[in-house]
């Protein structure tokens, strides 16, 4: 192993128990729903870290967005509306 790669060990090390903790959550998700709770989503049982990342299609939608904006720009530049 070379130095360089620890840090990315250490940064993804809770990776390594997630589908671990991917169960537990949907065992407890479906023990509060058959005792009546009305919980809708697994996310409402407890949250994990990766809940909140951002998926690849996502970032692509974003790129796409961000490209519709920069040419949006580009045009009034263009037309002299914006300096």
């Not at 998700?29 to 919980?39: D, L, P, Y």
């Not at 697994?42 to 996502?58: A, G, H, I, M, Y």
Request: net charge negative.
């Amino acid at each position: 192993m070379e130095v360089y790669e620890i840090n990315a060990l250490i940064e993804n090390r809770h990776l390594r128990h997630r589908e671990s903790w991917e169960q537990s959550r949907m065992l407890a998700f479906v023990i509060a729903r058959c005792a009546g709770s009305k919980v809708q989503n697994v996310k409402e049982v407890f949250s994990l870290p990766w809940d909140n990342e951002v998926t690849r299609e996502q970032r692509e939608a974003d790129y796409g967005e961000m490209d519709r904006l920069k040419a949006k720009a580009a045009a009034l530049i263009a037309s002299g509306m914006m300096v």
